[in-house]
């Protein structure tokens, strides 16, 4: 069962022609993310504060279908998928009213937060993607 995140658009996610800024769509995926990691039981301060462990995003990329306006109701269905060892992607899809309004994706490669170098994603954070899926 994916994941689903409610959230207002708010005044700061627009732009001077009055829609989200292209860039803001990812901070909002960004946030479902977070609050996905959340109700896994995850603790995020821990998650993101010094890990042994990080989990970068080394691609992403955003499809518009609609614009969004300041005060639009949406919720974003996230869906994760591993796609190698050490690699997995979220696919983000950003309805408001019932109606696609942006796709996106993020690729995100595990690492060794000391040395830096790619690294197996743990048991834990695998059975954490499923529980998602």
Known sequence: MSFKYNRTIR???TDAAGVVYFANVLSICHEAYEASLESLGIDIKQFFTNP???FPIIHADVDFMRPMYCGDKLFVDL????IRSE???IDYQIYV???LAAKAMTRHVCIDATSRKKIALSAEIVKCLERLR
């Open 11 to 13: 005044f700061q996610d």
């Open 87 to 89: 690699q997995f992607e």
């Open 79 to 82: 869906t994760p998928l591993r």
């Open 97 to 99: 009213n019932e109606k």
């Open 52 to 54: 042994s462990t990080a």
